[in-house]
């Protein structure tokens, strides 16, 4: 990295929905890494996820409007127009080639970190990329497990971060009951995602 390089995020999830674990740490990584972007970057086709995802266009519509109050994030729609399955080294590389000379930071949650050794061409993530990670549950440490594979080329930056327990799991859950699912879900997403999700009737069990 040059003196005063173009710093460039990304985050990639399925966003299925946003919630406020997603835009607080994307504020904190556009923050601490002092990033000039960061690439909110929900996935297509993801491989790793086995259940069928909600439509691109809900998704993307509910990121766009998750990720509007923060300045520097950009949401960016390229890997629900590839074909089959999506690998983020690709759209890294895609960054990398088109800011050229930028340092690419790659934010993640700790459940991720710990999967990253299953994902495609993972060791190159690293060449290319710093990986950021925020912890998911107290006291746990993803990075470590990187430490102890002896993998000289990692690249790490360290977030700061307070563990939130949510997920879209959780509101997916929570917005599948009739009873209850407005209220439930309130302190957890965005009030424009909460309408969305209202709005649209997502995550309505049949
Ligand atoms: P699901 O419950 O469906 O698996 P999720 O809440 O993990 O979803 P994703 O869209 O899969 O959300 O996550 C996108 C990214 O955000 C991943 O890197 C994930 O680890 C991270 N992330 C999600 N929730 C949190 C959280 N509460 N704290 C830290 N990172 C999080």
Redesign the pocket.
Known sequence: MTAGARRVGM??????PP?N??VA?AGAALAQLQLDELRVVPTGHAWHKARILTPASDRLAMARLAFAGLPGVVVDDREMHRAGPTYTIDTLREFASEQPGAQLYLV?????ARALPSWHRWQDLFQIAIISI?E?EQQERAQAEFDSMNFPHARFAPLQWT??Q????QIRALAGNRHNAGQGIAQLVPASIARYIEQHHLYRTP
């Open positions: 985050f990639g999830g399925a966003f299925d919630h674990g997603h740490l993640m949650g700790a459940d991720q925020a998911r563990p939130m949510v997920s879209a799991t």
